[in-house]
């Protein structure tokens, strides 16, 4: 795992959490909450989400392929999106 994969999740997830903030409105954390939980989310669980997947075999120090992308920009958003929705659901349980 190396530098421009997380950052590329981590964009990810900021994108998925807003996603995530804008499709339930009643879990959001607002703007910056929903993106700083979701680049959290997609750049810390998207590579874990990435190997329960078997998807771990994109490695884009070696080059930037698409593949590599586009698998960094699905984990990425998917764990952000997940992450900022739970984060958001506790919140909303305890206010």
Do not use: E, H, R, Y
Request: no cysteine; glycine share 24%.
């Amino acid at each position: 795992m190396d530098l421009t994969s997380i950052l590329v999740q981590a964009a990810a997830g900021a994108l998925g959490g807003n996603a995530a903030g804008a499709a339930a409105k009643n879990i959001s954390l607002g703007p910056v909450g929903n993106s700083i939980t979701g680049a959290l989310g997609g750049g810390l669980a998207g590579p874990l989400l990435g190997g329960l997947l078997g998807m771990g075999g994109g490695d884009m120090s070696a080059g930037m392929d698409f593949a590599a992308i586009a698998q960094g920009f699905a984990t990425g958003g998917v764990s952000g999106a997940l992450t900022a929705a739970v984060l958001g659901f506790i919140k909303s349980k305890f206010a």
